[in-house]
């Protein structure tokens, strides 16, 4: 592999960290229970779903370290890449979107059989990658990333029928900033954008009084490393600064149900880096959108025993 090759060419695993189900049998014992898809579809989140094991945190861990260098011969290949230069370089707050074109273990991290089994099941349909994301926030920082539906960033591709699975590569904790949601939200309708960073609250202006009610129920999802944590895409979430003596790093995968399409119409001005859009109508597919399920192929037609949303 040259230092420049795009891992994106690449549509299945490139190594061995996460073994692929051979059996409908192993399949089925990845899959959520009924009660977990109904936690779901009441809260618009479920948290608590073991994702990686210990030796794959660490192999993550080490790769976002090289990652987070912004020396990496792959950098240009990350969709967007936002650090804090002003900051300290070994306490450097990040978000990036486009890893999995740059480091194997983010790369296979798409192709980690939960991820696939339960996106499967809270989509309800064949899974398509869409993009994933890393957020990691030093110790003793800011960082707050305010309430919002990620869907209101994602109307240039429809309809909706997106998910997301965030993936903890350390404890979350309230101090160290883990992710906050608001139960029920996901029913709340797309509310306008009020922007990620700065006012945690700012989104408050724009709900009524009911929604104020359900604001005010707001949980912290705390994870174990290896832990994830699937919402729906209009699922209000956010998180507060890290106050602890240590890092809180984040992988993110976000997917979508496959016949997802193109809509870079309703985009307005810049700010999408080099993602990789596809033209106006167009169905989510080829070198940058994967097929990551498809039941018919994976569950040979077996599909009955499985709890999908909306049964
Ligand atoms: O990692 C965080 O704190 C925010 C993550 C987030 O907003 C997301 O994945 O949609």
């Given at each position: ?38 936690t779901f579809e009441q809260q ?114 429809q309809p909706m029928a997106h ?149």
């Amino acid at each position: 592999m040259d230092s420049i090759e795009d891992l994106a060419i690449y549509h299945q695993p490139i190594t061995d960290t996460f073994k692929q189900p051979d059996s409908h049998e192993q399949w089925l014992q990845l899959a959520l229970s009924s009660e977990q898809v109904k936690t779901f579809e009441q809260q618009g989140f479920i948290a608590g779903i073991p994702v990686l094991d210990s030796d794959q945190v660490q192999c993550l861990r080490q790769q976002l370290d090289r990652l987070m260098n912004p020396n990496h011969p792959r950098n240009s290949l990350f969709y967007e890449y936002h650090v804090d230069e002003s900051e300290d370089p070994d306490t450097v707050l990040f978000h990036a979107l486009g890893g999995w074109r740059i480091e194997k273990g983010f790369h296979d991290l798409l192709f980690s059989p939960v991820i696939r089994m339960v996106s499967y099941q809270l989509l309800a349909s064949a899974v398509r990658f869409f993009h994933d994301q890393l957020f990691c926030k030093p110790p003793q920082h800011g960082g707050v990333v305010s309430w919002h539906q990620d869907f209101s960033y994602w109307t240039w591709t429809q309809p909706m029928a997106h998910l997301t699975c965030w993936i903890a590569l350390d404890d979350t904790t309230r101090d160290n900033g883990c992710l906050h949601y608001i139960p029920g939200s996901h029913r709340w309708g797309l509310l306008p954008v009020t922007g990620l960073s700065g006012e945690m609250d700012s989104v408050r202006e724009n709900l009524d009084s009911s929604q104020r009610q359900d604001f005010d129920r707001q949980v912290a999802v705390e994870l174990h490393a290896g832990e994830a944590v699937f919402h729906h895409p209009l699922t209000m979430h956010g998180s507060f600064q890290n106050i602890s003596s240590s890092p809180r790093r984040g992988a993110v995968v976000n997917l979508v149900a496959d016949g997802v399409w193109s809509n870079p119409e309703a985009l307005q001005g810049p700010g999408t880096g080099n993602f990789p859009i596809l033209p106006q109508g167009e169905f989510l597919g080829g070198e940058f959108y994967p097929l990551l399920f498809d039941p018919q192929r994976e569950l040979s037609g077996e599909i009955g025993e499985i709890p999908l949303v909306g049964q």
